[in-house]
Nanobody, 130 residues
Framework: QVQLVESGGGLVQAGDSLRLSCAAS????????TGWFRQAPGKEREFVAA????????YYADSVKGRFTISRDNAKNTVYLQMNSLKPEDTAVYYC???????????????????????WGQGTQVTVSS
């Protein structure tokens, strides 16, 4: 079992920044990759970014590339999502998710769809006002 807890969400204005955190506990040694997804009201959950266990490989959705940065601190069992130049369309509940199957798959369906991940957090709300 792996438990994931997101934090860092909030209400900000367009152009502001936020840093989300995803703290993992339990069988963290079994985690190969970690991803961030988001779900806006009335829309499907969509992929945002993913990172391998080593942190050497990352992958981003086109909609956030250049604005968001995913990183990790394995000593703290935490993955971060630094979000800069936020836009109203970034408003959503943000979820982190863990892959327990290796090697980490960051691209393609295995890395960018919900079915590629084994554990999920409860989510943190990000609201960007215009």
């Amino acid at each position: 079992q792996v438990q994931l807890v997101e934090s860092g969400g909030g209400l900000v204005q367009a152009g502001d920044s936020l840093r989300l955190s995803c703290a993992a506990s339990g069988r963290t040694f079994s985690v190969y990759g970690t991803g961030w997804f988001r779900q806006a009201p009335g829309k499907e959950r969509e992929f945002v970014a993913a990172i391998s266990w080593s942190g050497l490989s990352t992958y981003y959705a086109d909609s956030v590339k250049g604005r968001f940065t995913i990183s990790r601190d394995n000593a703290k069992n935490t993955v971060y999502l630094q979000m800069n130049s936020l836009k109203p369309e970034d408003t959503a509940v943000y979820y982190c998710a863990a892959q327990l199957r290796g090697p980490a798959q960051l691209r393609g369906p295995a890395g960018t769809t919900q079915g590629g991940y084994d554990y999920w957090g409860q989510g943190t709300q990000v609201t960007v006002s215009s």
